[in-house]
T-cell receptor
Framework: QQQVKQSPQSLIVQKGGIPIINCAYENTAFDYFPWYQQFPGKGPALLIAIRPDVSEKKEGRFTISFNKSAKQFSLHIMDSQPGDSATYFCAASMEYGNKLVFGAGTILRVKS | GAGVSQSPRYKVAKRGQDVALRCDPISGHVSLFWYQQALGQGPEFLTYFQNEAQLDKSGLPSDRFFAERPEGSVSTLKIQRTQQEDSAVYLC?????????????FGPGTRLTVT
């Protein structure tokens, strides 16, 4: 059962563009929503995370937008650079839970 | 060490063989997690330890999968009688505090190929 649906599967943008990756969840008990970045041959690395009591969170060039009523959240990467080319995963977890439920991933390529 | 380390990085096993995958978490980290990542997919939770106690093993796909962390540091994931569907990258992750119940720092993974 896929509890977190992620789109698009892949994305190509020009340097300086703003890629947007979207995720939708089904389980209303989820209350923690992180994003991970993964380079080939490496494990996922935590980028930024949000809880449903806020609608937006910014850390550097990365922004999460959260829509609780629609059960959707998205990652925006401002002023994207070729070094941002990686696979991005959204995830969700329940309060006091210990397991992350990941989306299927988005392969991002930033062209120079 | 500087991060979570895993060994071997690559493992090829013939169907039916047993394998053991090792995880060295960041020193002092209380919580340890194992995830399975199939090709082109997101990681899927397998099991969670707090020190030496295995508090959640709900994600282990069958009784062929077994994990242990006997001294609360290094962990081993063992797969008995490997099958082709076990082919995946096995990720280990750790977190510092007892209250950090979610994976924070991931290792590079062990890529298991069952032929």
């Amino acid at each position: 059962q896929q509890q977190v649906k992620q789109s698009p599967q892949s994305l190509i943008v020009q340097k300086g563009g703003i890629p947007i990756i979207n995720c939708a969840y089904e389980n209303t008990a989820f209350d923690y929503f992180p994003w991970y970045q993964q380079f080939p041959g490496k494990g996922p690395a935590l980028l930024i995370a949000i809880r449903p009591d806020v609608s937006e969170k910014k850390e550097g060039r990365f922004t999460i937008s959260f829509n609780k009523s629609a059960k959707q959240f998205s990652l925006h990467i401002m002023d994207s650079q070729p070094g941002d080319s990686a696979t991005y995963f959204c995830a969700a977890s329940m309060e006091y839970g210990n397991k992350l439920v990941f989306g299927a991933g988005t392969i991002l390529r930033v062209k120079s | 060490g500087a991060g979570v380390s895993q060994s071997p990085r690559y493992k090829v096993a013939k169907r039916g063989q047993d394998v053991a995958l090792r995880c060295d978490p960041i020193s002092g980290h209380v919580s340890l997690f194992w995830y399975q990542q199939a090709l082109g997919q997101g990681p899927e939770f397998l099991t969670y330890f707090q020190n030496e106690a295995q508090l959640d093993k709900s994600g282990l796909p069958s009784d062929r999968f077994f994990a242990e962390r006997p001294e609360g540091s290094v962990s081993t994931l063992k797969i008995q009688r490997t099958q082709q569907e076990d082919s995946a990258v096995y990720l280990c992750a750790s977190s510092l505090r007892r209250t950090d119940r979610l994976a924070e720092y991931f290792g590079p993974g062990t890529r298991l190929t069952v032929t």
